[in-house]
């Protein structure tokens, strides 16, 4: 009896760990995957690539640095970019890892705080 309960609360914490509820998060990226590098367009200057349902890829290209932030409101994620010394003459590429929650459902991205539509949506 106590090896069928110990069974019971392995497997009880297994799965509790295997769990698909992810937290929400937001970093950008120095090593962008093959798989997402090949689907950026390096005229957009704005751009999303869907990974799944939880986890997304916002590509943000400028000659600025860029300070980010993020909020949550109900159903939907406020992604602010802030640029500043926009002085230099080249482009770089920002590449941020965004995972969702299951509550989150809209994206809306502010540059510096006006709300800015994708240039291009994709998905793996």
């Known amino acids: 009896m106590k090896k069928i309960l110990l069974l019971i609360l392995v497997s009880v914490l297994l799965s509790a760990c295997n769990s698909n509820d992810s937290e929400l998060s937001f970093s950008e990226i120095e090593t962008v995957p093959d798989n997402i590098q090949a689907l950026i367009e390096p ?55 965004l995972t969702l929650d299951p509550n989150h459902e809209i994206i809306d991205v502010y540059i510096n705080g006006d709300s800015t539509s994708f240039d291009n949506i994709s998905g793996l």
């Open 43 to 97: 005229t957009s200057t704005l751009q999303l690539i869907n990974e799944g349902e939880s986890v997304a890829y916002i590509v943000y290209q400028t000659k600025g640095t860029v300070a980010t932030d993020l909020e949550a409101q109900e159903d939907k994620v406020n992604v602010k970019l802030d640029v500043s010394n926009s002085d230099n003459d080249d482009i770089k590429q920002h590449v941020y890892k």
